[in-house]
């Protein structure tokens, strides 16, 4: 079992943006746990903050861009896998500006700094989403092929083809080991093709491009037109379009399949915007950035659908549910859901819940009128509806099933509830056989008991 990783001290770097050209400030902080990957933009009014998900994903081209509340950031792929490949879970990154610095063109310069500052071990244990199904994003007519399948750690396996001989096919495979990723994937550069330099400069984009962040492979002859137009936007000599190694900056690869490894780069980064780690083995086929984050919705979309539970890793580990997620597993709905959030489960031992009591519940118009008190068979609901949570998330399926109470033992009420109040439901599974379990509950208030008590229940099928 291993705890969530920020950083020790705060990491500072300026650089110019790939695409956009403008200069950037970023300032790294560690986060406390549960935090995950933010960005906040400090030069913008309220300096919004943006989460690192998929959901908040606004554009795929040449790079990955995130958004929220009219606020951007743009390319921080590079850096979202140096979080990825070292392990990081929580941290605050403020930029002022809107596009993270490309520096070298990989994400060796962020790898450095993450190491020189430390890690710092943190008290909650990490999430890793477990693949228990093949989950797959293709585009056969672009020949675009990805997916995920299930495996006893995180791997990922890439292939990329190009017609052009100066790239070719190139094959690599990486297993989630830090040092592997730190000498062997960190140091990769990106890259394009000669053919595509013009028509990127045409879509405004590479502006802070430049043969010091990237490498740009010869695969066709330009006409002097050409030739004088990258000249003065990315200032090369006409000698390196002749260069004889196929590299347009003449430079050597820092490895053989360095284009593939960039891929690769790219790739670790977009998974990152799932928000957790994955134990899952992706193999990939002339994947980028948009197939990589299409691939990242699907993980999310069919472990949400599910309730993502059965796919963490470790029981013990903390998991959190919105209301949203709430829905997916229980069957109850408005006015008879008594569950509002789900601080904390562990999978088929607890669950921790939230009821939040106001002056608008339809039952405090008659219980009692001028002195509402929340009805004692409500609060046993309530109890029954965290611990039917915890039984159906354990169950494949959960949609297609229903919890019965069978029996209610033990019960007592310690004191009353009255608008306002906070319900913190605790429900633990003492038994679970042959479809009947046995499940054991509390209710506090500020920190009081003021209900427990002890359910028989039986799981069945739902009617359609």
Do not use: W
Request: aromatic residues 6%; proline residues 4%; contains cysteine.
């Amino acid at each position: 079992m291993k705890f969530q990783q920020t950083i020790k001290e705060d990491i500072e770097i300026s650089g110019i943006g790939l695409h956009t050209g403008v200069l950037s400030k970023v300032v790294i902080k560690p986060a406390p746990t549960n935090h995950g990957i933010k960005f906040k933009r400090i030069d913008l009014k309220d300096a919004p903050i943006i989460d690192a998900s998929v959901s908040n994903v606004v554009d795929v081209t040449r790079g990955t861009t995130i958004g929220s509340q009219g606020a951007e950031v743009h390319t921080i792929e590079h850096l979202l896998a140096a979080i990825h490949g070292l392990n990081i879970d929580n941290l605050l990154i403020e930029i002022d500006n809107l596009e993270v610095p490309i520096l070298d063109g990989s994400a060796k310069g962020y790898v450095d700094l993450f190491i020189k500052s430390g890690f710092k071990d943190q008290d909650e244990h990490r999430l890793e989403l477990v693949i228990d199904e093949t989950i797959t994003y293709s585009n056969p007519k672009s020949g675009v092929d990805i997916h995920i399948v299930p495996s006893d750690k995180f791997r990922i396996t890439f292939m990329m083809d190009y017609k052009h001989q100066s790239l070719g096919t190139q094959y690599t495979s990486y297993y989630s080991i830090r040092e592997e990723f730190i000498n062997n994937v960190a140091p990769a550069r990106t890259f394009c093709l000669l053919s595509e330099v013009n028509n990127l400069l045409d879509c405004d984009l590479i502006k802070g491009g430049s043969l010091d962040n990237s490498l740009v492979f010869i695969d066709t002859e330009l006409n002097d037109k050409e030739i004088k137009k990258i000249k003065e936007k990315i200032n090369i000599s006409s000698q390196a379009i002749d260069s004889p190694n196929g590299l347009l900056n003449d430079t050597e690869l820092r490895y053989y399949n360095e284009p593939v490894r960039h891929k690769l780069l790219d790739l670790i980064g977009d998974l990152r915007l799932l928000g957790m780690p994955i134990k899952g083995h992706v193999i990939a086929a002339r994947s980028g950035h948009f197939a990589n984050i299409e691939l990242v919705k699907n993980i999310r979309k069919k472990y949400l659908k599910k309730g993502v539970k059965q796919g963490m890793a470790n029981k013990k580990q903390k998991i959190s549910f919105d209301i949203r997620e709430v829905l997916n597993i229980l069957p109850h709905r408005y006015p008879f859901l008594l569950i509002d959030k789900i601080n904390n489960l562990i999978s088929g031992e607890e669950v921790h819940a939230i009821k939040n009591v106001t002056f608008n519940e339809p039952f405090f118009q008659g219980h009692f009128s001028g002195q509402p008190v929340m009805p004692g068979v409500l609060l046993i609901e309530s109890m029954a509806q965290a611990g039917g949570f915890l039984v159906l998330n354990t169950i494949p399926s959960p949609e297609s099933k229903l919890m019965y109470i069978s029996a209610i033992e033990n019960t007592r009420f310690k004191k009353t509830v009255v608008p306002g109040d906070q319900l913190k439901i605790t429900a633990r599974l003492l038994k679970f056989k042959l479809n009947t379990c046995k499940i054991q509950a509390t209710i506090h208030v500020n920190n009081d008991l003021v209900a427990e008590s002890t359910f028989l229940a039986s799981v069945v099928n739902r009617s359609i």
